[in-house]
C-alpha cells in the first residue's frame, strides 16, 4: 500500500508569489491535515480536510488555504509569500473513524524556500 | 491551552543501551491521547506508540515502551537497545478527544534529536 505522497518535494519561490501544494493521502484514508515545520516554532497545524470538506482549522491568516476533491487528494496554497513562510509542509492522513488511538501517516514534506 | 513540553533538546545515548526521551503535557480534559513520532532526515514523520488517558497500563510496542505517570503530566518515551538507525527527531504529541469529530489536529512539543553513538 502506497504511503503518503507529497509533491513537489521541494520548492523555491520569491515573496509576493503565490504556490501549491499538493497530496495524496494513502488509498482508503478520509482524512487530510496540513502542517508547518519550523526551526522556531516546530510544528503547528495548519487545517484538516474530511470529505471535501474544512473540518478544523488551526491559527493561520487567510492567505494559507486548502481544499480537497473527491478522491480525497489535497491541495494547500499560500498566497502573497513572506519570508517567514519558508518552512517544511507535511500533510499527513487517517481514516478518520473517531478513534482515540487513530494515528496520522504522514508524508515527507514539501521543502519551500521563499527568497 | 493544551501544550506539550519536551525538555531535552539533544541526548546522545550508546549503542544497545536504553535512553528516555522525557515529555511533559499540560490539559485540563479528562480524555486526550498521547503520541510519539519519530522524524528521521528525510523528514518523515513515523508514528511510534501511543497512550490513552484511559489507559491503565502502559503501552508498549516492540522496543518502545511509554512511561505514563497521569497524575504528573508526563509521558515519557522509552527506547531499549538502541541502535544506530534510532538516530532521528522525536516529538511528543496529544490529541484532544473532545474535538467535536475532527482527529487531524495534533499539538506536537518541539523535539528532541537523539543521537547514538557506535
Same mark, same amino acid.
Given at each position: 500500500k502506497a504511503g503518503v505522497t507529497q509533491t513537489p518535494r521541494y520548492l523555491i519561490k520569491t515573496r509576493g508569489q503565490q504556490v501549491t501544494l499538493s497530496c495524496s493521502p494513502i488509498s482508503g484514508h478520509r482524512s487530510v491535515s496540513w502542517y508547518q515545520q519550523t526551526p522556531g516554532q516546530g510544528l503547528q497545524f495548519l487545517f484538516e480536510y474530511f470529505s471535501e470538506t474544512q473540518r478544523n482549522k488551526g491559527?493561520?491568516?487567510?492567505?494559507f488555504s486548502g481544499r480537497q476533491f473527491s478522491n480525497s487528494r489535497s491541495e494547500m496554497n499560500v498566497s502573497? /509569500? @513572506?519570508?517567514?513562510?519558508s518552512a517544511l509542509y507535511l500533510c499527513a492522513s487517517s /481514516?478518520? @473513524?473517531? /478513534?482515540?488511538?487513530e494515528k496520522l501517516f504522514f508524508g515527507s514534506g514539501t521543502q519551500l524556500s521563499v527568497l | 491551552a493544551q501544550k506539550i513540553t519536551q525538555t531535552q533538546p539533544g541526548m546522545f545515548v550508546q549503542e544497545k543501551e536504553a535512553v528516555t526521551l522525557d515529555c511533559t503535557y499540560d490539559t485540563s480534559d479528562q480524555s486526550y491521547g498521547l503520541f510519539w513520532y519519530k522524524q528521521p532526515s528525510s523528514g518523515e514523520m513515523i508514528f511510534l506508540i501511543y497512550q490513552g488517558s484511559y489507559d491503565e497500563q502502559n503501552a508498549t510496542e516492540g522496543r518502545y515502551s511509554l512511561n505514563f505517570q497521569k497524575a504528573r503530566k508526563s509521558a515519557n518515551l522509552v527506547i531499549s537497545? &538502541?541502535?544506530? !538507525?534510532?538516530s532521528a527527531m522525536y516529538f511528543c504529541a496529544m490529541r484532544d478527544?473532545?474535538? !467535536? !469529530? &475532527?482527529?487531524g489536529n495534533l499539538i506536537f512539543g518541539k523535539g528532541t534529536k537523539l543521537s547514538v553513538k557506535p
Open positions: 491559527n493561520f491568516p487567510g492567505r502573497t /509569500l @513572506e519570508l517567514g513562510d /481514516l478518520a @473513524e473517531g /478513534l482515540a488511538n | 537497545a &538502541s541502535q544506530l !538507525g534510532d478527544m473532545n474535538y !467535536g !469529530g &475532527s482527529q
